[in-house]
């Protein structure tokens, strides 16, 4: 069940936090510009109809799919769970009903997130988990049900086939490969703004 | 870099030469009349003009033709990108060209390209005792590519990070460049390498 309070305050963690990446002031004439950015329209049209969908308002988001494909060129599933502090930096992103996805993430751009393509997938049972401060770079796709650890950096045109992944390392290539990060793993804190270590913004 | 209207008009047209030159045609007043029309040049007249307002404090209208080219095409070229005559985009779709890229003249771009600072955490930007103080102003520094004359790129690729590239190069599709590469390189993979025959390169 989601509230109407928790997306309020859920669409005001995405915009501190993208004022924050673009090291803006938090103004009402900032909110007013970044509003009408591609991105920004994505991530509250995603929220309008992730609690429309959990509130028997299900009709309206078939006119919230039309406006999310024709101005930012998204598909983002309203079933799928995403926490506070989403930043959509591009367009053409393909988020599946079954992904889960924690506080803080960005995605740059052409990300597909799908179980559709592949045999012996339970689309029931099986979801796509993805911990907090991830990145995505542009044209990164993940296909297979994984569970992918906090601060995971994910780079541009990979293509993730493991099915779990430790924390401190990036990802890379196709099929994408472990990187070690050695600093990453003594890191407790962690900046909101692209999963880079560093202390917490408030 | 300051850009004059003789500047803009001479870049315009040496544009619509270089994309005569690949179509193997002549440049007449009726095919420029036609390229007006045509998405993919169209972007890159927009471009141009976007860039000349920006330097002569018509902020508001750069960023107005900015977000035309963004709703219409998804061609996301920042102004202070600087970029050679002879800028050709073959099909202008989800193209973004970030912020202090420099390329060459004559580049050719496919669809679906990105070229912009490495937006992930590397261990090369900062050393041991600078985590603490790498903060976002130190992000949006991040060094941007620099590419030589005569880029050539296939649909979908990715030039990111802190890199130098030659002239003459070719990335061929969907592939991720985050590395430094000599002239006439032809790169190709997730990561990119060098597949050059050591005869070509000269």
Redesign the interface.
Same mark, same amino acid.
């Given at each position: 069940m989601v509230t109407l309070r928790e997306t309020i305050s859920n669409i005001k963690a995405d915009f501190q936090r993208r004022l924050?990446?673009e090291?803006k002031r938090p103004s009402l004439l900032n909110k007013l510009r970044i509003c009408?950015k &591609?991105g920004m329209v994505g991530v509250i049209l995603y929220r309008v109809s992730h609690f429309c969908v959990y509130n028997n308002l299900g009709f309206l988001t078939r006119f919230l799919s039309i406006i999310e494909l024709l101005?930012c060129?998204n598909e983002v599933s309203p079933m799928a769970i995403i926490g506070p502090g989403l930043v959509f930096?591009?367009?053409?992103i393909g988020i599946c009903s079954s992904a889960i996805i924690g506080k803080n993430c960005?995605f740059? =751009?052409?990300n597909t997130l799908s179980l559709g393509m592949i045999e012996g997938v339970d689309l029931n049972k099986d979801a796509i988990t993805i911990g907090n401060y991830c990145?995505l %770079? $542009? =044209?990164a796709r993940v296909m297979r049900p994984i569970n992918i650890a906090d601060g995971i &950096?994910i780079?541009?045109? $990979?293509v993730v086939m493991l099915t779990e992944t430790k924390q401190g390392c $990036?990802l890379? %290539?196709?099929p994408a490969r472990r990187r070690r #990060?050695d $600093? #990453?793993e003594k #890191?407790t804190q962690w900046?909101p703004?692209?999963?880079?270590? #560093?202390?917490e913004v408030k | 870099m300051s850009q004059s209207t003789r500047q803009t008009i001479a870049l315009l047209r040496l544009d619509m030469k270089m994309r005569c030159d690949y179509e193997n045609k002549k440049l007449t007043w009726l095919r420029a009349l036609r390229f007006c029309f045509l998405h993919a040049t169209l972007s890159s007249i927009i471009y141009r003009l976007q860039v000349f307002f920006f330097y002569h404090y018509l902020k508001p209208l750069a960023s107005l033709l900015s977000f035309i080219n963004i709703i219409f095409f998804a061609v996301k070229i920042d102004s202070s990108a600087k970029i050679g005559p002879g800028f050709v985009m073959l099909h202008a779709n989800f193209i973004t060209i970030g912020a202090n890229v420099i390329i060459g003249k004559n580049c050719i771009l496919g669809h679906q390209n990105t070229i912009c600072a490495s937006p992930f955490y590397c261990e090369e930007n900062l050393e041991a005792d600078d985590v603490k103080t790498y903060l976002l102003e130190d992000i949006n520094a991040n060094k941007a590519p620099i590419i030589g004359d005569h880029l050539m790129m296939g649909g979908g690729s990715v030039i990111f990070g802190n890199i130098t590239l030659g002239t003459h190069v070719k990335v061929s599709m969907n592939s991720a460049v985050d590395k430094s590469f000599p002239d006439h390189a032809v790169l190709l993979g997730v990561p990119a390498r060098n597949v050059a025959k050591q005869s070509d390169q000269k």
């Open positions: 924050l990446l090291g009408v &591609q101005y060129k930096e591009g367009v053409a960005t740059l =751009g052409r990145v %770079g $542009s =044209g &950096q780079k541009p045109n $990979s $990036s890379f %290539g196709i #990060i $600093s #990453i #890191i900046n703004l692209l999963g880079i270590p #560093i202390a | -």
